[in-house]
Nanobody, 122 residues
């Protein structure tokens, strides 16, 4: 069993900053990709940023230059630093991890956090 616990969401004014954290725990052999997704009311869940185990990153065009994803492999934790926030960034943010639970299996599983609300006021 694997758990992802997010923290750091909240209410902030436009132009402000927030830092999200997501810690994975449980039966983990190795974590491959980690990422942040978001879902606004009435919209589909979308990728915000992703980071590989080697540190390669990928961002949605809408957040490039404003958001930075990073990870601490020793702590099984991924972070999302969000600067210059805009009202359109308002959404529930979800952490995702693709991982192997054991050295005995090559299979990779995808896990999700419970989500954390980010609200940006204008």
């Amino acid at each position: 069993q694997v758990h992802l616990v997010e923290s750091g969401g909240g209410l902030v004014q436009a132009g402000g900053s927030l830092r999200l954290s997501c810690a994975a725990s449980g039966s983990i052999f190795v974590i491959n990709d980690m990422g942040w997704y978001r879902q606004a009311p009435g919209k589909q869940r979308e990728l915000v940023a992703a980071i590989s185990s080697g540190g390669s990153t990928n961002y949605a065009d809408s957040v490039k230059g404003r958001f930075t994803i990073s990870r601490d492999n020793a702590k099984n934790t991924v972070y999302l630093q969000m600067n210059s926030l805009k009202p359109e960034d308002t959404a529930v943010y979800y952490c995702n991890a693709r991982l192997r639970e054991s050295a005995r299996t090559p299979y990779e599983y995808s896990y999700w956090g419970q989500g954390t609300q980010v609200t940006v006021s204008s």
